[in-house]
């Protein structure tokens, strides 16, 4: 079975705000299936005549989400990704490690990043009674073991690329330094034209990408713990040439200024 685990939901911005609305849990995937997926999460409301819009700072990862008649596969969202909830509802979703989701697919993942997929367009399943089968299961753990049975019955064979982007992305998480693609070039021994099509094909986005997310990943990270950052020494660390251009970047995916977002976490504390 499906074991929970702790902590709060990765990506969410103002964490601190977004407690107070939903509720968040996360289970490990069983160990076969840990080559392919990185866990489950389910989220849950009930806000009653209230709503509440959340933003989230998305990972490198294909999603597949059952939510009543909205079960979907969704790509990589490169920009913000923003959701509305309202009332009370559910959902339960499988996060695919970075190239997890190629196998399954056998398509570039790039040709739905930003973009949602039917289910049964990749799976060959009654989407509607796959959907039913896992919402109404009695409780979250039962949730999360007709999604494993689920994936288990469609389970394709492993892929050596799906490791290699794999170690290729950890690497980008362990060394904050790594903040340009050729440091990954030279690290990895692969030609900066073969490192941009395996991620297209694998992840749906490209290196250079998947570097500038984490970094920002790391500057919200700091700023939910201390809100004092020296914004130009973070600008340089993380690869900017100007703290005008880091800060213009930040605005574009979180919609704030790092120095405005810093001050509407601690303001919900």
Same mark, same amino acid.
């Given at each position: ?66 939510? #009543? ?10 920009? &913000?990704?923003? /959701?509305?909830? +309202?009332? @009370? =509802? ?109 991620? #297209? ?10 570097? &500038?997310?984490? /970094?920002?990943? +790391?500057? @919200? =990270? ?48």
């Amino acid at each position: 079975m499906p074991k929970p685990k702790k902590g709060k939901p990765k990506g969410v911005l103002n964490p601190n705000e977004g407690k107070h609305h939903f509720d968040f849990s996360r289970f490990f995937p069983p160990e076969d299936l840990q080559y392919f997926l990185e866990h489950f999460w389910i989220v849950e409301w009930d806000l009653g005549k209230d709503y509440y819009e959340q933003g989230v700072l998305s990972y490198p990862s294909v999603h597949l989400a059952f939510e #009543r008649g909205k079960t979907m596969i969704y790509g990589v969202v490169t920009g &913000k990704f923003s /959701r509305r909830i +309202e009332g @009370a =509802g559910k959902v339960l979703g499988i996060k695919f490690r970075p190239g997890g989701f190629y196998p399954f697919y056998r398509c570039s993942v790039a040709s739905f990043s930003d973009s949602t997929i039917p289910i049964d367009e990749v799976f060959d399943v009654d989407a509607e009674a796959l959907e039913d089968q896992v919402l109404r299961a009695r409780d979250n753990e039962l949730m999360v073991e007709r999604a494993v049975e689920f994936i288990r019955t469609h389970l394709p064979e492993k892929d050596e690329r799906v490791q290699q982007v794999n170690e290729i992305v950890n690497a980008v998480i362990d060394d904050s330094s790594l903040i340009r693609v050729g440091q990954l070039t030279e690290q990895f021994d692969i030609g900066e034209r073969s490192l941009q099509r395996l991620f #297209r094909k694998y992840v749906g986005v490209s290196p250079k990408w998947v570097i &500038k997310r984490y /970094r920002l990943h +790391e500057v @919200a =990270g700091r700023l939910v713990e201390n809100g004092e950052v020296d914004w130009s020494e973070l600008a340089l660390e993380l690869g900017y040439y100007d703290q005008a251009h880091f800060i213009r970047d930040f605005k574009s995916i979180v919609g704030q200024t790092p120095t405005e977002y810093a001050r509407s976490l601690h303001s919900s504390d």
